[in-house]
């Protein structure tokens, strides 16, 4: 199935849905960060939320920053997605691989913690972002961004994300789906979302087994009117002019450090991996472009 996020409407227009497909981006960052089972379900249903959150943005450069920190095992989990579709994220401990025997799951919220946050930062280019923070409910990921959606949006909200592993413990379906009731819901529409989520196999389950995300969503509401499509996909966008500036913004005396103790400086790319090394000159430059400017 390919990575997508689509929108609709069901329920003669009473619910909102938000569904999206990220087994490509989930499988591209195990490969890229070595990822273990539940770090790897962790950051995989991270991602999939900003994905989600991601697809109703309308300005392609708006974009949503997620930070969760549980103080478990897992430490701080970050996900980035913009209005582009694109996603990117890391996890702090890629090697962790949990397994709860009682519920024949990965054990994700062991790994992540429950003492902490989740914090949402919308960017959408204004003087100030908008920021969200709520008190981890569970560290299971799903649970934690539907009281968040509960506080910031004043919205009723039930949100399923999962990960699946394969035998070969690559990623063998990833992904999404939110549920919204629209104002003043009738009871009657509202027990059947309870009785169809109470009841809706595992997201990632209905990945692996539909054709797309639009015959996942008709599954569960067979009267679902699909709104949108937009493309969703890993996409780092980290350069190596990023880091030299980053580089320029460095006490002097920690450039120095570099230049004749290491002799030049390597710095990698904690969301894709990869690897940029700068020359003692590169860093000299540095130095003698801040000193000619007086800086």
């Known amino acids: 199935m390919k990575d997508i996020a689509i929108s609709a409407t069901a329920l003669n227009n009473s619910i909102r849905i938000h569904a999206v497909c990220t087994t490509a981006m989930v499988e591209q960052a195990r490969q890229k960060q070595d990822l273990y ?24 450069n708006d974009r949503y920053a997620v930070n969760i920190n549980g103080h478990g095992p897992a430490g701080t989990i970050l996900a980035q997605a913009d209005g ?6 890391f996890i702090g401990d890629p090697h962790i691989d949990y397994f709860n025997e009682q519920t024949g799951k990965l054990d994700v919220g062991r790994a992540v913690g429950r003492d902490g946050y989740l914090r949402v930062m919308l960017d959408q280019g204004l003087k100030e972002p908008f920021t969200g923070t709520v008190d981890l409910v569970s560290g299971e ?7 968040y959606f509960v506080k910031s949006e004043q919205t009723p909200t039930a949100i399923a994300v999962g990960v699946l592993i394969d035998k070969d413990y690559s990623v063998a379906s990833a992904g ?29 389950t209905l990945m692996k087994e539909m054709q797309s995300v639009d015959e996942v969503v008709l599954s569960l509401f067979p009267d679902a009117e699909i709104m949108s499509h937009k493309d969703v996909q890993w996409h780092c966008g ?4 990023h880091f030299l500036d980053s580089l320029a913004v460095l006490k002097e005396k920690d450039l120095e450090d570099m230049i004749n103790e290491d002799h030049g400086a390597e710095i990698v790319c904690q969301y894709c991996c990869t690897k940029y090394t700068f020359s003692e000159e590169e860093l000299r430059a540095i130095l003698e472009k801040r000193h000619t400017c007086g800086k």
């Open 37 to 60: 089972p539940t770090s790897c379900a962790a950051l995989g249903r991270v991602m999939s939320a900003s994905a989600i959150m991601a697809s109703t943005l309308k300005n392609e």
């Open 141 to 147: 990921i799903g649970d934690d961004f539907a009281a």
């Open 238 to 241: 980290c350069s190596r002019e």
């Open 176 to 204: 999404g789906l939110l549920i919204q009731l629209m104002p003043d819901t009738p009871e009657e529409v509202i027990e059947t979302v309870e009785k169809t989520v109470q009841n809706m196999k595992p997201i990632s």
């Open 84 to 89: 582009k579709g694109n996603v990117r994220g």
